[in-house]
């Protein structure tokens, strides 16, 4: 392929990571991955690949160790950079593009730690208790015979393993209970 275009990486960007994205949602030890739009002098985006892409990426309070940024270059005009965050805190992330600076780096995102779930991880209570009239769960499971669980089948029931917690059906996720007080929320 033929191509007279040039990039410029003044009009280069991430696609969909405006700064209130960037500032939430990052977790320790969890993949984040962008995408670089690459365009030209008239801000065309670039429709090959082959440009030189770096990513340069350090906590704020030890900007002597850089993280490792993998770039996988899409052959469309697009790159796809990304890191696993090894702890929480505030990272600068400069991006070049055949060795020039991007507009708006350093990019500044915030790590957090995820929110970590108090209760356990079931198929429903009355499995997970053994029974008991007495273990609650955040799903909003409704079980007759005066218990306050959950149980297979019943109305409210998820339908497959969830934190008692929360009621989330992910296993590897932040709590949505964790803010609740102690004693309710669920929990076996």
């Not at 917690?165 to 004693?183: I, L, N, P, R, T």
Request: net charge positive.
């Amino acid at each position: 392929v033929v191509t007279t275009q040039k990039v410029d990486p003044r009009n280069c960007s991430l696609d969909n990571c405006s700064e209130s994205a960037l500032a939430q949602g990052l977790k320790v030890h969890r993949r984040v991955e962008m995408t670089l739009v690459t365009k030209d002098y008239e801000g065309k985006p670039m429709t090959h690949g082959g440009i030189l892409v770096g990513g340069d990426l350090r906590y704020r309070d030890e900007e002597n160790r850089p993280v490792t940024v993998a770039v996988t270059d899409s052959r469309d005009g697009t790159y796809q950079l990304s890191f696993m965050p090894e702890r929480a805190g505030v990272m600068a992330l400069m991006i070049s593009v055949d060795g020039k600076l991007i507009e708006d780096c350093p990019y500044v995102l915030r790590i957090h730690n995820l929110r970590p779930h108090r209760g356990v991880y079931h198929c429903c209570s009355f499995c997970s208790s053994n029974g008991s009239k007495y273990a609650t769960c955040a799903c909003g499971s409704v079980m007759p015979g005066g218990y306050r669980g959950c149980g297979h089948g019943h109305e409210g029931h998820p339908g497959q393993r969830h934190w008692s917690c929360c009621g989330s059906v992910q296993e590897h996720s932040d709590c949505a209970g964790a803010w609740k007080k102690a004693g309710k929320g669920g929990g076996v």
